[in-house]
């Protein structure tokens, strides 16, 4: 099991997004409940809030991708039965609320 906070160097936190979109400063996370219905719920949902808010504490805003019957965490987090062309709209939408349309199209571009 990998550490999503740690303390490697100086004392400073290091999470490890699934996704980073360094020009927007947004981070997606995947979570689903895996095969045996048991990832991202308990301690490790504990453990996801706890990345959130190390990454919005360094002005990172997150989205999450929540499949199967995981509830959202956040604000911008999309709760989805899959990924497609729906789920892509859907983030770039949260993108876009959450830095506004001309600086998402113009990264797009």
């Known amino acids: 099991m ?3 906070l740690a303390r490697p160097f100086f004392e400073h936190l290091e999470v490890w997004p699934d996704i980073v979109i360094p020009e927007l400063r947004i981070a997606v996370e995947y979570d689903s409940t895996g095969r045996h219905g048991l990832e991202h719920v308990g301690n490790r949902r504990d453990a996801d ?7 919005r504490s360094a002005r990172w805003e997150v989205v999450r991708i929540r499949t199967g ?14 990924t497609g062309r729906t789920t892509l709209a859907a983030l770039l939408d949260a993108f876009r609320a ?3 349309e001309l600086i998402v199209e113009a990264y797009r571009r």
């Open 98 to 100: 959450i830095r506004g």
């Open 2 to 4: 990998r550490t999503l």
């Open 49 to 55: 809030l706890r990345k959130d808010r190390a990454l």
């Open 69 to 82: 019957r995981l509830e959202k965490l956040g604000p911008w987090d999309l709760q989805v039965s899959g």
